[in-house]
């Protein structure tokens, strides 16, 4: 019987160091390759600059769309603006005129 208490701890101390291995490479793998881990760095730095991109962007078309607001109040219309919208939405134009369409360039 004293024989077998001694072997008894020695293979509770392996499985328990074996457990903690184990525990450590899961964190290990969880460091380099879970969501938040050091590959997916990358992959979420290249999503942010993506995203600053688009976000650039769209302040670009708002303040466009601020612009367009500003030149159509109510109370004091750009002639311009108006004459171009009437014209392209409603079709009105001169039968002497001449209607030449420009691409727009960014």
Same mark, same amino acid.
């Given at each position: 019987?004293?024989?077998?208490?001694?072997?008894?701890?020695?293979?509770?101390?392996?499985?328990?160091?074996?457990?903690?291995?184990?525990?450590?490479?899961?964190?290990?793998?969880?460091?380099?390759?879970? !969501?938040?881990?050091? +590959?997916?760095?990358?992959?979420?730095?290249?999503?942010?600059?993506?995203?600053? #991109?688009?976000?650039?962007?769209?302040?670009?078309?708002?303040?466009?769309?601020?612009?367009?607001?500003? +030149?159509?109040? !109510?109370?004091?219309?750009? !002639?311009?603006?108006?004459?171009?919208?009437?014209?392209?939405?409603?079709?009105?134009? #001169? !039968?002497?005129?001449?209607?030449?369409?420009?691409?727009?360039?960014?």
């Amino acid at each position: 019987m004293n024989t077998l208490a001694p072997r008894r701890d020695i293979v509770r101390e392996r499985l328990g160091n074996a457990g903690a291995v184990l525990a450590l490479l899961v964190l290990a793998g969880l460091a380099l390759f879970g !969501p938040a881990g050091v +590959l997916a760095w990358g992959e979420d730095s290249t999503r942010l600059n993506q995203y600053e #991109h688009r976000l650039a962007e769209l302040r670009d078309r708002k303040t466009e769309l601020e612009n367009r607001v500003q +030149l159509l109040d !109510p109370d004091n219309v750009d !002639p311009d603006l108006a004459s171009e919208l009437v014209r392209r939405d409603l079709n009105v134009a #001169h !039968p002497d005129e001449y209607i030449m369409e420009f691409e727009a360039t960014p």
